[in-house]
């Protein structure tokens, strides 16, 4: 349980960082607190859904 938690915190803050770069690069501008907000929800879905797949995946294959 701690790896899944700590793969998902890692993901997390790697979809983050990589989204706010992004912005930074492409759309100074819309990194504002709304910005910060959209990239903290789809930094959170994304690393949920990512670990989320891989539990089960990996449970499916210990079968």
Known sequence: MKQL?????????????????????????????????RALVIAFGSALSWTISEYILNRRSKR
Request: charged share 10%.
């Open 5 to 37: 938690v700590f793969n998902f915190l890692i993901r997390f803050l790697l979809f983050f960082a990589a989204i706010i770069v992004w912005g930074k690069v492409y759309e100074p501008s819309n990194v504002n607190f709304d910005g910060v907000i």
